[in-house]
């Protein structure tokens, strides 16, 4: 059973900038993928940034450009560097992780606001 904890939400002002951070229970190198999904209020859950096992990236069109995923394999960690955030980037970001199912954080909350 894989655990995942993000850290590193909060609350911005539109332009700024967050890094949010994952940390898994077990080594990421197993997982087929782990990235970040995000889901505001009212909305589905949409994919955002996605790492592969052999690192290639994918980022959601509505973020491109203003996303950065990168890992730490010694900490079995996960990151995602956000940039000139938007209000419209209000919502809450989940860490996730693929092997055979999918594997779900809690969750942090990230607040673009002025």
């Known amino acids: 059973q894989v655990q995942l904890v993000e850290s590193g939400g909060g609350s911005v002002q539109p332009g700024g900038s967050l890094r949010l951070s994952c940390a898994a229970s077990?080594?990421?190198?197993?997982?087929?993928?782990m990235g970040w999904s995000r889901q505001a209020p009212g909305k589905e859950r949409e994919l955002v940034a996605r790492?592969?096992?052999?690192?290639?990236?994918y980022y959601a069109d509505s973020m491109k450009g203003r996303l950065t995923i990168s890992r730490n394999t010694v900490k079995n960690a996960v990151y995602l560097q956000m940039n000139s955030l938007k209000p419209e980037d209000t919502a809450v970001y989940y860490c996730y992780g693929y092997t055979t199912r999918n594997y779900w954080g809690q969750g942090t909350q990230v607040t673009v606001s002025s």
């Open positions: 790492m592969t096992h052999d690192g290639s990236t």
């Open positions: 077990g080594n990421i190198l197993s997982m087929n993928a």
